[in-house]
């Protein structure tokens, strides 16, 4: 586990200035940011971004971070809980691969146990390869996957996320069975990239901003992404390459249990208050996130038939 408390960057600048900046939402002195993963994946980087355009926009003073790998993202969810309910400072952050997780694993907890607040983002994945590596493209690579899977180790988050979902597919497109795969999990994006560089693994399948900047330093190859458009004019998508396989990630936040309802509201309006920024707007670019804003009863719908749609497919597959 790792607490980084990061002061406001902006801290100079005087509260008394920034409620137009804040598009008439509260200032929030502080908030506690929960990342289920170790620094350098989705999750934390979503956190780092949030924080970003937050405190640039006089939206909030400062947030602290705390990182807690396991389980997919369930063990961090357990803990936030246990330790963090009814409080009002506080916000989850995490997405698709909780969902999967929980279920695949049996936890016994979900995000039914937590307070929906906002869905910000939907993100691709991206299958990628050592700078080394003998395939070159998405077909060298899929027929040998065909011929051998569980000969080819594949990096990924664990059991029932999106990215062991997205491989499933691909094995499945390929004529084989997704538990064949040799699937190797890692705690977060970070190791996740260590593992491919280093050439400890001989693929991975990861979201596109934790790989984005390897690619263009050159230090990955990425084969193919797995939405419906290209992320890079050189990567193409899986269902172009032939393989009829679509998956993506949602990524969003949630309050603690307990919470009060005028909390719950305020955390809202910070949410709504950082998605109409141009910064955010900005943000989405950089990162090749797409904005997939939603709040209230919607995103609490969304929630349920996400739960139900994930655990067809992961039984469908045999990961559940």
Request: charged residues 20%; proline residues 5%; aromatic residues 6%.
């Amino acid at each position: 586990m790792q607490r980084r408390p990061l002061l406001a960057a902006a801290a100079a600048l005087p509260f008394l200035g920034l409620g137009a900046r804040a598009h008439a939402a509260e200032v929030i002195p502080s908030l506690a940011m929960f990342i289920p993963a170790a620094p350098g994946g989705g999750w934390d980087g979503l956190g780092r971004a949030i924080e970003h355009v937050g405190v640039g926009a006089g939206l909030v003073g400062r947030c602290q971070f705390e990182n807690l790998p396991g389980g997919a993202g369930t063990v961090g969810l357990a803990r936030f809980i246990t330790s963090r309910r009814g409080r009002a400072d506080s916000l989850f952050v995490c997405g698709a691969s909780v969902v999967g997780s929980a279920i695949a694993s049996k936890s016994p907890v979900s995000l039914k146990d937590v307070v929906p607040v906002a869905r910000l983002t939907e993100e691709a994945a991206v299958i990628v390869v050592p700078a080394s590596s003998e395939f070159r493209d998405i077909r060298h690579f899929a027929e040998a996957l065909r011929q051998e899977p569980r000969g080819i180790p594949i990096a990924g988050a664990g059991g029932g996320t999106v990215d062991h979902v997205a491989l499933g597919l691909l094995l499945q497109a390929l004529g084989r069975k997704p538990l064949e795969a040799q699937f190797v999990s890692f705690p977060g994006g970070g190791a996740t990239q260590s593992a491919v560089i280093g050439a400890q693994v001989k693929a991975a399948v990861a979201g596109w901003g934790e790989f984005s900047e390897q690619v263009a330093a050159g230090r990955v190859r990425a084969l193919a992404t797995t939405g419906a458009r290209r992320l890079h004019p050189d990567v193409p998508t899986l269902r172009e390459s032939g393989y009829d396989v679509t998956a993506t990630n949602w990524r969003g936040l949630f309050a603690a249990p307990g919470v009060a309802e005028e909390a719950r509201r305020r955390l809202v309006a910070f949410a709504e208050a950082l998605h109409a920024t141009p910064a955010w707007t900005e943000t989405l670019r950089k990162r090749g996130w797409d904005d997939a804003f939603l709040t209230g009863e919607a995103f609490s719908a969304f929630i349920a038939k996400d739960q139900a749609d994930t655990e067809g497919v992961l039984k469908a597959l045999g990961l559940a």
